[in-house]
């Protein structure tokens, strides 16, 4: 469904802010817990950072596919084997942040350009068939925002483990 100018305006902000809340969440995290797991399977804080340098950078790939390219095809793929095969937990934490802030930065700049007819460029994701302009930004906008929460909610976990929050 078409956004409005205000609502797509509202969203790119969104987008462009995300940084600085991912940021902000990880410079909560002492960094004796910044690589501890809530539990098996999840991911530390260090982890969250790592992925979405590798997400960023994919999803700056796939709005330029969209909008440029005809009946592009965005590939899908499984985030979870990234974080092991890709050694997320081992992966310099200051490139993956300067990679998110580097990689919105230049995208946020590219979508306050898009003329409106840009925005309902489509094409077909793998994993979720039609794919517009417009379901990226509604992906895209609140993806930091997400992950900033679940490394916040890491360091409320971290402190309330049973050892008491000593490392």
Do not use: F
Not at 21 to 47: I, N
Not at 113 to 136: C, I, M, N, V
Not at 153 to 160: D, E, F, K, P, S
Request: hydrophobic content about 40%.
């Amino acid at each position: 469904m078409p956004l409005d100018h205000v609502e797509r305006e509202r969203l790119i902000q969104q987008y462009a802010d995300g940084p600085r809340r991912l940021g902000a969440a990880l410079a909560g995290v002492p960094e004796e817990a910044r690589k501890w797991r809530p539990a098996h399977g999840e991911w530390s804080a260090h982890e969250v950072v790592c992925h979405c340098a590798d997400s960023e950078t994919n999803a700056a790939a796939r709005i330029r596919y969209l909008v440029a390219e005809k009946e592009p095809l965005i590939l899908g793929y499984d985030q979870d084997t990234w974080a092991v095969r890709l050694d997320y937990q081992n992966h310099p934490l200051d490139l993956a942040l300067a990679t998110v802030q580097a990689v919105r930065a230049n995208t946020a700049a590219l979508l306050r350009r898009l003329a409106d007819e840009a925005w309902q460029q489509d094409g077909r994701h793998t994993e979720s068939g039609r794919y517009t302009a417009t379901d990226w930004l509604g992906v895209y906008a609140e993806h930091l925002e997400i992950h900033a929460r679940q490394i916040e909610q890491n360091l409320v976990a971290w402190r309330g483990r049973a050892d008491g929050g000593r490392a």
